[in-house]
């Protein structure tokens, strides 16, 4: 259950001074590989002093930051209240990459969230409506009942709920990691500092 990774090496001097730029240009490589969600990544969250980890998906780049969206009474959305710290990692396997970020995950305003909630599909509209997200449910029945609620209930336009949005995670610290032969792999640290983004090699 060991793969020796060698498709690729990071060369520092080609690395943009972004990180976010970078991790766009990674994404894309992914996109162009026709990796399955390449968009995906795994948020951690903190509370009461308990990790905890799920897969989510990043819906865009703004503002030096990275957009995604979710309910805020979920378990994540209490971790995170209005702004709170976060990590999220993205794996591509098959490219043999991975990007880490760590920082904090701030709301996004109501006007984004509105915007970004009406260019859904209607189904995962109602859908945001629908699952109360976290909370334990008797069956699968509840979901179909109330998804066919609030169909009925917005015929036409669907509004986005109020508990429902964006959080931007603007990262401090983003780490790129590329696998390498012998398992001494490229790790390419970007630490914010005052403004500036500083770079440096970590050891496999």
Known sequence: MRLDYSQHGIDEQALLDDPIAQWALWLSDAVDAGLDE????????????????????????SHGGIDFYTNYHSRKGQALGEAGPVSATFVWYPLQRQVTMVGSASKMSAAESDDYFALR???????????????????????????????????????????????????????????RTNRLHDRIRYTADDGRWERDRLSP
């Open 121 to 179: 599909p209607r189904e995962a509209q109602l859908g945001a409506w629908t699952s109360e997200q976290s909370t334990a449910i008797p069956s699968r029945d509840l979901l179909d009942e109330r998804f066919a609620h609030f169909d009925a209930l917005y015929p036409d336009e669907v509004p986005r709920p109020p508990n429902w949005g964006g959080y931007r995670l603007v990262p401090v610290e983003v780490e790129f990691w590329q696998g």
């Open 38 to 61: 390449p968009n995906a990544m795994v948020i951690a969250t903190v509370s009461e002093n308990q990790p905890r980890t799920r897969a989510v998906l990043a819906k865009g780049a």
